[in-house]
């Protein structure tokens, strides 16, 4: 009797194979980064057309093939689908995609790499935060959680706006990260900080990225 594996996450990547079938990497909070496979996927008449999208988040049930693992049922509880409507949205959300699928691994314990998305991405959302806010939170506390934090650079001297918000941002809980606001000040600070991390820790170029330099 075929084993069937039920876990809770999001679609991080989604890319086409074949004419009809779709490969999905799910971020899932049992396993990790894992990879799936779902057939027919692509037919405008499945059931998996809008399930198998980028930020579809839900529990995900499937069985594991001989090369990966196969979906059958998706209970998607979140699509995300404010993040298709607005082209900006759109852009941070799919770097914020991108930034978790270089840093995850399979087997790996990614509970709170799958807890920061989720939160990242209903910030983006929040009518009362920047996005550029939500960017700089989201790349500190990617390297916060990745055990790979720094410090704050010696050489250069933060207002003390800064140094508290830092502070918060290191410490906090990932569900308490997206309520507050800053100044003019320390948001150029913190977008100065966001980016000086991201070079130093995973400075991979990120596609999204670019069109968001952009905009």
Partial sequence: MQDYLFVTGMIIKMIPIGDFDRR?????????????FVKGAR??????????????????KMYVGKTA?????????????????????????MYFLEI???FTRENNDEKDMLK????SLRGLLCNGLTKNLVRSI???????????????????????????????????????????????????ELCWLGTYYRKQIYPKPFKCLEIIDEL
């Fill in 138 to 188: 989201f790349e500190i506390k990617v390297v916060v959680v990745q055990g790979e934090f720094p410090g704050l650079p010696i050489k250069k001297n933060f207002s003390e706006g800064t140094l508290q918000t830092m502070d918060y941002i290191v410490k906090s809980s990932i569900e308490k990260l997206f309520t507050f606001t800053v100044s003019p000040e320390v948001m150029e």
């Fill in 100 to 102: 978790t699928d270089y």
């Fill in 116 to 119: 920061l998305l989720f939160q």
């Fill in 69 to 93: 693992y196969n979906l059958l049922e998706a209970n998607i509880s979140n699509y995300f689908e404010e993040l298709r409507l607005g082209f900006s949205e759109a852009y941070f959300g």
């Fill in 24 to 36: 999905v990497t799910i971020l899932t909070k049992e396993r990790g980064k894992i990879s799936c």
């Fill in 43 to 60: 037919k405008p008449t499945s059931r998996f057309v809008a399930a198998t999208n980028p930020f579809s988040f839900g529990v995900f």
